[in-house]
């Protein structure tokens, strides 16, 4: 009889004991090690609503659901934005146009503040906006990311053009992160299908032509320079997805100097010629030159004069759209 009372006490303590143990774990924070769901309350609470969790080349940002200010220093994602729908807060300008807007975005960007240039961008100005998001590209991000992510939530995309091999679709990768951003892919995937098919319509035009060898130049101060097959998305507009021909000395993938006393060598039927704001008299002096008259292109009035516009053009939806207008008006000449 002692025996069983005995052992019936020795049951009661042990229950208590562990209640007693319970009650001083419910009243106190596990720490992690106690409970592996505290990381998953974390992720919760990166992704509960109100917010949305954005993977980039810096790693992941959290940003708001909804965003009101992005100030992006790019002018590739200038145009992906405006692409859908999306005005910024604030953007970079250019200095080669007197640090103004882009001028084929300056329409859709009226009242948009400046922040200086993608390479230099201004602060205490990016301070003053207060926004949600600042948008960049890799190369930016080298000096600037870190002091940029401690004035809001730093998306980095981009990478370098030849990495992308022969996917001429790179650029739109882009795109459907920042549609990401909005919640607005489906929309992004609409006008990407958009230019798709026009690039077709005037691809089955170029192709159907008996000759379309093209030169894609650049006239700098001092140099003439031919653009390569691969390596930006505007050549491979020309190139692979609209169906001309590259010229002779045309290179794969770096674009080269090219000397005066070369240029009969391109045998071009057409001359796309990109002339920098101080290579108007290498210009000038270059098309007085019987060496440039001998050119089938510039025989036939086949040259189209256009500035560095295209190199930004190349990388969205809006200015892709336009280089194609220009090329199609140009042939109808």
Same mark, same amino acid.
């Given at each position: 009889m002692y025996r069983m009372r005995s052992i019936?006490?020795?049951v009661i303590a042990v229950l208590l004991l562990i209640l007693a143990a319970c009650s001083n774990t419910a009243g106190q924070p596990a720490s992690e090690e106690q409970s592996p769901a505290a990381s998953q309350t974390r992720d919760q609470q990166a992704t509960e609503p109100g917010t949305r969790t954005i993977a980039h080349l810096k790693g992941e940002a959290v940003i708001p659901s909804k965003i009101e200010k992005i100030v992006v220093l790019s002018a590739a994602y200038i145009d992906h934005l405006l692409t859908i729908g999306e005005k910024p807060y604030g953007v970079n300008t250019e200095v080669r146009y007197g640090g103004d807007y882009l001028p084929y975005l300056s329409d859709m960007l009226e009242g948009v503040q400046s922040v200086g240039s993608a390479d230099s961008p201004n602060l205490e100005a990016i301070v003053e906006l207060e926004p949600d998001v600042i948008l960049i590209e890799s190369r930016t991000a080298e000096n600037t990311y870190e002091k940029l992510n401690k004035i809001a939530p730093t998306i980095v995309?981009?990478?370098e053009w030849l990495d992308y091999?022969?996917?001429?679709?790179?650029?739109t990768k882009d795109l459907l992160t920042i549609a990401e951003m909005y919640d607005k892919t489906d929309l992004a995937k609409e006008k990407i299908a958009e230019l798709e098919? !026009? *690039?077709? @319509?005037?691809s089955e035009k170029i192709k159907a032509l008996d000759n379309k060898?093209?030169?894609?130049?650049?006239?700098?101060? !001092? *140099?003439? @320079?031919?653009?390569?097959?691969?390596?930006h998305p505007t050549n491979a507009l020309l190139y692979q997805d609209l169906g001309f021909e590259p010229a002779a000395l045309t290179p794969e993938e770096q674009r080269e100097d090219l000397s005066l006393e070369k240029t009969p060598e391109l045998g071009a039927d057409f001359i796309v010629l990109e002339v920098d704001s101080n290579g108007r008299d290498f210009l000038d002096n270059m098309q007085d030159s019987a060496l440039?008259?001998?050119?089938p292109a510039v025989q036939d009035g086949r040259v189209h004069e256009t500035d560095s516009f295209w190199l930004?053009?190349?990388?969205?939806?809006?200015?892709?759209?336009?280089?194609?207008d220009e090329i199609m008006a140009w042939m109808d000449q």
């Open positions: 019936h006490g020795m995309l981009g990478n091999g022969n996917d001429t679709s790179f650029w098919q !026009k *690039t077709v @319509q005037a060898l093209l030169a894609y130049l650049r006239v700098r101060e !001092k *140099t003439l @320079q031919i653009y390569a097959q691969k390596g440039w008259k001998d050119i930004f053009k190349g990388w969205g939806v809006i200015g892709r759209g336009e280089i194609i």
